[in-house]
Nanobody, 119 residues
Framework: QVQLVESGGGLVQPGGSLRLSCAASGSISSINTMGWYRQAPGKQRELVANITGGGSTNAADSGKGRFTISRDNAKNTVYLQMNSLKPEDTAVYYC?????????????WGQGTQVTVSS
């Protein structure tokens, strides 16, 4: 069984920081792109940032200069460092990964972690 387990969400004041982690586990043969998406109430899920196995990154304009994505390939883990958080960053954040399980590539999602930015 393959799992993506997120951690690090919570309540933070505007201007604060959070670091999200997502660890992939199970019978994984290889991992391609890993990333983070978010979904605010009443809105569609949107890309926050992603990172390839080689370390190339892609980020949405909303987080540029504030959010940094990184990964530890030895730990099958992706991180999202979020600084200067704003109320509009409030959302459920989902980990996403492209995984090779047995002989098939598939897209997998974590269960989501709530991030609330409020004073």
């Amino acid at each position: 069984q393959v799992q993506l387990v997120e951690s690090g969400g919570g309540l933070v004041q505007p201007g604060g920081s959070l670091r999200l982690s997502c660890a992939a586990s199970g019978s994984i043969s290889s991992i391609n792109t890993m990333g983070w998406y978010r979904q605010a109430p009443g809105k569609q899920r949107e890309l926050v940032a992603n990172i390839t196995g080689g370390g190339s990154t892609n980020a949405a304009d909303s987080g540029k200069g504030r959010f940094t994505i990184s990964r530890d390939n030895a730990k099958n883990t992706v991180y999202l460092q979020m600084n200067s958080l704003k109320p509009e960053d409030t959302a459920v954040y989902y980990c996403n990964a492209r995984l090779l399980v047995a002989t098939a590539w598939g897209t997998y999602w974590g269960q989501g972690t709530q991030v609330t930015v409020s004073s």
